[in-house]
Nanobody
Framework: VQLQASGGGLVLAGDSLTLTCSVS????????MAWFRQTPGSERKFVAA???????YYADSAKGRFAISRDNAQNTVWLQMNSLKPEDTAVYYC????????????????WGQGTQVTVSS
């Protein structure tokens, strides 16, 4: 299974950005999908997840601002990020797992390469 994350960039505080994760190999519709983010010197932190059936989960920092979605026909998951803040600056990773939704990065089997999001004030 290969995950390809894209869509990061440099934006201003208050702007929006959409990250895309394209998945190849395996059976995408069977995977729980998630987004994590990481800053230098820190562990990867949970941002959002979506089950194979479309149930969504969010970190408190993402609630009300971010939206995760998926299209099983396109093997793609998105993270729509609105009202971005400087503290959202991080490398964002998409992840897939064939079993459970988890907020712990160690529970995910497959990872994309990461995409940098920088929010300037």
């Amino acid at each position: 299974v290969q995950l390809q994350a894209s869509g990061g960039g440099l934006v201003l505080a208050g702007d929006s950005l959409t990250l895309t994760c394209s998945v190849s190999g395996g059976s995408f519709r069977d995977y729980q999908m998630a987004w994590f983010r990481q800053t230098p010197g820190s562990e990867r932190k949970f941002v959002a997840a979506i089950s194979w059936g479309g149930t969504t989960y969010y970190a408190d920092s993402a609630k009300g601002r971010f939206a995760i979605s998926r299209d099983n026909a396109q093997n793609t998951v998105w993270l729509q990020m609105n009202s971005l803040k400087p503290e959202d600056t991080a490398v964002y990773y998409c992840a897939a797992d064939g079993t459970l939704i988890s907020y712990n990065s160690k529970d995910y089997d497959y990872w994309g390469q990461g995409t940098q999001v920088t929010v300037s004030s």
